[in-house]
């Protein structure tokens, strides 16, 4: 499973016409022979798919992420689709094959040459054993990569080269062997009550040395595991692990070197040469455990014991290889034969040039065996079977892989291959530089469209311009002006294998200026910061091969700095602006720090030293990872930074600066949206992609699904649509974190003067013309990811209606994980076949449903992915006054927009008669009239497209061919900070579920419910300081150090980190793992979902005895029983009202718990503290600065303010699901509140930040939504209402200006009166009391006069007396206050007169009960004697004092 990123981005790979290369160093067959994984040198791991009963294979996918080579594979048990590698960096991931997705990835201090997973006895999980150069043996959890225990050496503690996991059979024990690279034979044991938590270290129960030295290679035979084989260098060699005897020793011919080895079977073993080739040797008798003679001598140094060499494996007229092969070999069930064992072995190499050979080892019986030894001819060579390279598969094809560009579309010719490249997005401009010195430049855009879809004619091809200058190829390419807007727009940098840097004018396309200064390739070129000085700011850095770094004065047109004093290769440059220092750190760790302005080197800096400067300069800078890391490393080591650091500290950064921003932009609207948009970087992004740097360059196409949302908002809201080309979004490129190494720090301010500033800007060639890019950009997207060919008639409606494209040949989609691995597919047989226009409708057709099929069976991570893409950027496009492709409608739309906003100005204006009666019309004109119908129909078309791939989706493709949504994934996203997508990410989830039925739903919960944490009765969590209550106990604490986040993970959607529950199910993993703190979290809200959304179909009136869980069994008997809704609503609670500091205030986790609360808060009400969950909703809402009003919906926020949001949306679920609940929990918290103020100086307590103090106006906010939804549940506790009201509005200000002005939604209800003479309130209850509110001394007093609910009640104008009339009881009463003598106070209100009612009666009108109650009667005093009773009817009575 996915974990989500904080931006959803979907990556689709262009390959070139050249194979990328794979230099195999790993090589991985499944047991069940049907997949082969092989790691390469360069990082990159690709998976085979291999053919049924053969080894034919075929590369599907390729796996990015580690910087370095692969060193070992590992398969996490025979049966799981899932697998272990590990890079000379220390990085470690799983990979599941289903999925085709990382699971997990960390990264460690140690480098493993040899891992193997093993499940230890006793144990939930499994384990992986590592091992490599360090001398203990490493054991990881198999599911969380977390750290268990060590086994360590005491004795000749030395490197472990390998290691043997077995369990003998006599033994209860799991025995760990271990061979060091000095020859020791180590043993450890493992008991299985051994518990690793709070034991770090294992040390070995027996040792001995052996005769031998730098051995790398231990294997046991697996029908035998006593037999023990031993390759070093020089010798191979069979040993007896019972007591470590020496039976075999053979020694390696003359020129070569052994490199590894394993045992065919019993008696016969393979041997690996270094040189490519593998020996097939027979073991003697002494060594073959079937054998009589076994162990009955043994190999001593006087008299050495060899193997019969009878068959060599190497591919004829083979060349020498640049790397030393992987082997392995694959053990399978025979169907004929005795002898040896039934197996057939089968042993493959994968070499430096991509190639897997399979050799099939020969079933010789002894006598066959024996006779091919003593025949005394030539050895025997096995040639392999099968060989499958990757440039072979690849030129299979018969349509060939174009990449971005092809050589078809130049008349000229050079060498074509693509050796550096930059896309500048502001321009959506493409720059290819080619191993001839030209630099191409492109629309990619147009390109992207020609490449991907049918229809297109020659006139729309892409115009291209080439500049030539360079001698060789071009090697790095700058567009400054992206990274700082200081620099001219119109001047682009390259630099080349000549050792020049060339200066372009983007204007004219030729060449402005030529630096000669290094002596070496340049490797690449960058910005410095803007806190450097002047001159500085005028330059750029360039970085050679010859070990120098430069600055380049662009304006000076000179170096103004040459430090070249490095002796080894420089990894990085960073920057240090406060002190004018430039930091150049190298490939052995030294650090030259040298001083810009002087150009003088002001010391060097070695170990641990210079790691802490580089450290601080990252700190001061405030972008971690610095600028310009590991220059001349590995290529695939930026792209797998760029893909780990993506977008994610930028995004948070630009949504804080982008309030201030939205702050200032004032009611302007489209400002608002626009200085939000700059904030979250380019919809559309290209990283190159090598395997290494000899190959050609390949490119990912990465597009920001949030950032294009964005981008379309910015777009409309924009008031400059005079000219849709000016009204192009050619966004600021972000700042921070980006997809190459840049020298900008996030907010630096720009240098360029106003004078300079206010020129006319110039075009830059070819400048773009029609849409706009972020329309652009979604056209490519939503018809590269649409299922077409599912329906006919929806595939013709939004080719006509939306403009959408029709693809004609098979994407190579990306699908991106966490930390930043990724997965990237390869061209299969399904991209032979293109459709080429003309073409009759039903091949069409059945084409496009070929490539759909494929499209949605190939991972669930990717089927997510997608959807929500789909979804959230149709909803965005339709609800921007539905949008579409075609241009000219678009111009129309505008228009129509412009000319509706106008009219409506027009209109709404006061003295301009003449403008009123020129632009009055437009509205109702036949022309606006027609408009609006082509936009209901585009509506309904993007609305059918949503329906589609959000509900139909799986029934149009069948179940066979469709891989349904990760439900965990979406589960991440349900609050994204992208409101569009939080939204198609609900959908979904909730399409899902439905599609699952009542018995998927149930396997759901049974599945889940196991997670959940459990709170004991007494357990409350922690509230406000007004009402102190203890915390929760956990049950088991985390270790500290598990606590810690981990590094590149999500920071936004958080795992729960004090874990309450112990697992009693031995196969739920460890509460101490980080993999069980993701379950629960998950667990707490899918099933907080399946509460709220399907409560009342799931809900069970059924109880277990004891009040626990349901026991699970079959389907049909797991209901939502009451103990299961009880764990959901206790977690929810917690994680809404616990202000411990290990959960992040604002993070995604508590914003989904408090979104379900609010949904589900019928279901949960039984097991909640109402109380304690309405204050800590308040408190979320406080302290946060509101977005302005004018800001569209759809504007992510800072995480303060989304989670504020959501904290009042969760209010008014809660109010208007439960209206009673919400009033009167309410007004207990205020009577509290009001009593502790009467002791608060007693009890020493500062009452005037409580949250009900604080929260007054967003109570408010929440009655007068009541009162619109739900009036008549107001009125039944109007007294308990007004006491809220009184509470939430200052006394002085009532008196002043009365309670209706102050609050005009409580006017509604006429049992509400206030008399401004006697500063009272009186209300009337719905049980017929009368409350009486004293403004001046804040008393409530209440009166008994009416024995049903009092209807209404209204002050006299001279406020002496009051009139109370109850409807139902038909009678009214009058109310006396009178003062005192002097009218220095007040009597108590007394009844002074009753009446009854004759003609308004309830029992008189029968039609009253269509109505509402509290809208039935209401009080007029005509006089101050007299009062008029009138009904909604329209019947009056008069009655007088």
């Known amino acids: 499973m996915q974990t989500a990123s904080s931006s959803l981005a979907v990556p689709i790979i262009l390959w070139g016409n050249r194979c990328p290369t794979h230099c195999i160093s790993s090589i991985l067959i499944s047991p069940q022979q ?27 996918r390729i796996f990015v992420g580690h910087t370095r080579a692969v060193t070992c594979l590992a398969w996490l048990s025979p049966a799981a689709k899932s697998f272990f590698s590990c890079s000379e960096a220390g990085e470690m991931s799983l990979w599941d094959l289903d999925d085709s997705s990382c699971t997990e990835a960390v990264t460690s201090g140690f480098v493993h040459t040899m891992a193997q997973a093993y499940n230890l006895v006793g144990r939930r999980s499994g384990q992986i054993f590592c091992n490599g150069y360090y001398p203990d043996i490493m054991v990881y959890d198999a599911a969380s990569l977390s750290l268990l225990f060590r086994l360590s050496s005491k004795i000749n503690s ?18 760990v062997v271990g061979l060091s690279l000095s020859g020791s034979m180590k043993v450890w044991t493992i008991p299985p009550d051994f518990n690793g938590q709070g034991r770090e270290f294992i040390f070995e129960n027996e040792s001995k040395q052996l005769r031998v030295q730098n051995a790398w290679t231990l294997k046991s035979c697996p029908t035998f595991p006593r037999t023990m084989l031993i390759v070093s260098p020089t010798t191979w060699q069979i040993y007896d692990a019972g007591d470590f005897s020496l039976l075999c020793s053979t020694h390696v011919p003359k020129g070569l070197y052994w490199g590894g080895g394993d045992f065919l079977n019993t008696e016969q073993v393979v041997i690996y040469a270094t040189d490519g080739t593998a020996y097939l040797y027979r073991l003697p008798a002494n060594s073959d455990a079937n054998n009589q003679q076994f162990r009955r001598t043994v190999s001593t140094s006087e008299k050495e014991l060899g193997g019969s060499l009878f068959g060599i494996l190497k591919i004829p007229n083979a060349t020498p290889l640049s790397c030393e092969p992987s082997w392995t070999i694959f053990r399978s069930a025979s169907a004929t034969g005795e002898y040896p064992f039934h197996v057939t072995s089968y042993v493959i190499r994968g070499d430096a040039r991509g190639r897997i050979s399979v050799w099939a080892i020969p079933e010789y019986t002894k006598d066959q065996l024996t006779a091919l030894i003593n025949s005394g001819g030539e050895v025997t060579e096995h040639a392999p079977f099968e060989i499958t390279s990757m440039d072979a598969e690849w030129d299979r094809l018969t349509r060939r892989q174009p990449g971005i560009i092809d050589r078809a579309e130049f008349d000229d010719g050079g060498s074509f291959k693509i050796t550096s490249s930059l896309y500048v997005s502001m321009h959506g401009r493409m720059f290819l530089g080619m191993e001839d010195g030209a630099i191409i430049m492109l629309p990619l855009m147009q390109k992207l469209c020609i490449q991907f879809f049918i229809g297109k004619k020659t006139p729309e091809m892409p115009v291209y311009r080439i500049l030539r200058g360079h001698e060789g190829k071009v090697t790095a390419l700058l567009y400054p002006h992206q990274d700082d807007p ?36 340049i490797l690449q070129l960058l910005t410095p910061p803007s806190g450097c000085n002047t001159r500085v700011l005028n330059s750029i850095c360039s970085i050679a091969s010859d070990h120098s770094v430069a600055l380049l004065s662009l304006k000076e047109r000179k170096a103004i700095m040459m430090a070249s004093r490095h002796v080894f290769p420089i990894q990085a440059v960073k920057w240090r602006p406060v002190d004018d220092f430039l930091l150049v750190q190298c490939s052995d760790g030294t650090v030259y720090v040298w001083q810009m302005e002087t150009g003088h080197l002001d010391r060097v800096v070695q170990g641990s030293a210079a790691e802490d400067i580089m450290k601080a300069c990252d700190e001061q800078l405030g972008e971690a990872g610095g600028f310009g890391e590991d220059i001349a490393a590995n290529p695939t080591l930026h792209l797998f930074r760029a893909l780990k650091h993506r977008n994610m500290d930028a995004a948070r950064q630009a949504a804080k600066l982008g309030l201030k921003n939205m702050s200032a932009a004032g009611g302007n609207s489209a400002a608002a949206v626009e200085a939000w948009a700059k904030g979250f970087g380019c919809p559309l992004t290209v990283q ?120 004609k040949q098979a994407v190579n989609y990306g699908i991106m994980s966490k930390t930043g691995f990724m997965t990237l597919l390869l061209p299969t047989p399904l991209h032979r076949k293109s459709i080429e226009l003309p073409q009759p409708q039903e091949r069409i057709r059945d084409m496009l449903s070929n490539l759909t099929r494929n499209h949605w069976s190939l991972s669930s991570t990717l089927t997510t992915v997608h959807l929500m893409t789909i979804v959230s950027v149709a909803n965005t496009l339709m609800n921007i006054q539905n949008a579409t492709f075609h241009q000219d409608y678009e111009k129309r739309r505008k228009l129509h927009k412009r000319l509706v906003r106008m009219d409506t100005s027009a209109v709404t204006s006061s003295g301009l008669p003449d403008a009123t009666q020129g632009l009055g019309g437009y509205t109702t004109s036949d022309v606006a009239q027609t408009f609006v119908e082509q936009q209901a129909l585009i509506k309904q078309t ?62 759901l919960i049974e599945r889940w419910a196991v997670y959940l944490p459990n709170f004991q009765e007494s357990e409350k969590p922690p509230v406000f300081e007004v009402r102190p209550m203890p915390p929760p106990v956990a049950v088991a604490e985390t270790p ?38 993701k379950k629960q979290s998950v667990a707490i809200l899918l099933l907080g979902i399946i509460g709220a959304e399907f409560g009342a179909e799931t809900l069970s009136p059924v109880r277990t005895p004891t009040g626990d869980r349901t026991p699970t069994g079959r389907p049909d008997n797991l209901q939502f029983t009451d103990p299961v809704i009880r764990l959901v609503g206790k977690a929810l609670s917690y994680i809404v009202v616990n202000q411990d500091e290990k959960l992040q205030p604002y993070s995604s986790l508590r914003r989904s718990a408090v979104d379900l609360l609010g949904r589900g808060f019928v279901v949960w009400e039984p097991f909640l503290d109402v109380g304690h969950v309405l204050l800590s909703l308040l408190r979320l809402t406080l302290d946060v600065e509101r977005p302005p009003a004018n800001l569209p919906a759809s504007v992510p926020l800072t995480p303060a303010a989304d989670m504020a949001r959501a904290a009042r949306q969760a209010l008014d679920m809660i109010a208007s699901a439960r209206p009673p609940v919400f009033i009167t929990v309410t007004n207990m918290e205020i009577t509290r509140h009001n009593s502790l103020i009467q002791s608060a100086q007693t009890l020493n307590i500062n009452l005037n930040n409580a949250v009900i103090v604080r929260a007054k106006e967003e109570l408010l906010r929440t009655l007068d939504l009541l009162i619109n939804k739900n009036p008549q549940s107001v009125a039944d506790l109007i007294v ?6 009184i509470h939430c509005l200052d006394p002085g200000r009532i008196k002043n200006s009365g309670l209706v002005e102050l609050f005009p939604p409580i006017g509604r209800f006429p049992m509400v009166a206030y008399c401004k003479q006697n500063r009272r309130v009186a209300v009337g209850s719905k049980k017929g009391g009368v409350f009486i509110y004293e403004l001046r001394g804040m008393k409530v007093q209440s009166y008994s006069g009416h024995g049903l609910a009092v209807a209404a009640i209204e002050f006299a104008p001279d406020g002496k007396h009051f009139a109370s009339f109850s409807l139902r009881e038909g009678k009214l009463l009058f109310w006396q206050i009178g003062a005192t003598l002097f009218g220095l106070g007040s009597t108590q209100p007394r009844c002074v007169k009753t009446c009854k009612a004759n003609t308004v009666l309830w029992q008189n009108w029968p039609e009253l009960k269509e109505h509402m109650e509290y809208r039935l009667a209401r009080l007029r005093w005509i006089t101050n004697k007299d009062v008029l009773c009138m009904l909604i009817n329209g019947k009056e009575e008069k009655f007088s004092l």
């Not at 294998?497 to 630096?515: E, G, K, M, P």
């Not at 590094?1047 to 009693?1064: I, K, M, R």
């Not at 308990?1280 to 009201?1285: C, G, H, K, L, S």
Request: with cysteine; glycine share 6%; aromatic share 6%.
């Open 486 to 521: 200081r620099y001219d727009p119109g001047m682009l940098i390259s630099g080349g294998i000549d050792f020049t840097v060339r200066v372009w004018d983007l204007y004219q396309c030729h060449l402005q200026h030529t630096f000669v200064c290094q002596a070496g390739e």
């Open 34 to 60: 049907d997949v082969c994984v092989t790691g390469s040198h360069d990082g990159q791991m690709c998976l085979w798919n291999l053919k049924s009963n053969t080894f034919k294979a075929t590369p599907s």
């Open 688 to 807: 190159a992609v090598r395997s290494n740097s000899l190959d050609q360059e390949n490119h990912l196409l990465l597009f920001d699904v949030e950032a294009l949302i964005l981008q379309l908002l910015a777009e409309e809201n924009r008031g400059e649509t005079s000219d849709p080309a000016k009204a192009t979004p050619r966004m600021e490129p972000k700042t921070g974190s980006d997809w190459k190494s840049t020298s900008v720090i996030p907010g630096a301010a720009s240098v360029t003067g106003g004078a300079e500033a206010a020129k006319p800007a110039k075009h830059i060639a070819f400048a773009p013309e029609g849409m706009s890019m972020a329309m652009e950009v979604a056209q490519i997207l939503i018809s590269l990811l649409y299922a077409w060919g599912l329906d006919h008639e929806m595939d013709k409606l939004c080719v006509e209606k939306l403009g959408m494209l029709q693809p």
């Open 1040 to 1077: 500290a150090s598990e606590n810690a986040p981990e590094a590149g993970g999500d920071d936004d959607f958080e795992d729960l980190q004090n874990d309450p529950l112990l697992a009693t199910d031995p196969n739920l993993p460890s509460i101490y793992s980080v993999e069980y703190r």
């Open 158 to 175: 030395d490197w472990i080269t390998s290691v043997i996991v077995m369990k003998p059979a006599q033994s209860a024990d799991d025995v």
């Open 942 to 1003: 993007w609305s059918q497209l949503t329906a589609m791939h959000c509900v139909l989706l799986s029934e149009r493709l069948g179940y066979e061919n469709y891989k349904p949504p990760d439900v965990e994934i979406l589960i991440r996203r349900w609050q994204d900070r992208c409101l569009e997508i939080r939204t198609g990410a609900q959908a979904l989830i909730l399409s899902e579920l439905r599609r699952m039925g009542t018995h998927g739903r149930r396997r």
């Open 1280 to 1285: 308990e209402v007004i006491d809220v009201v």
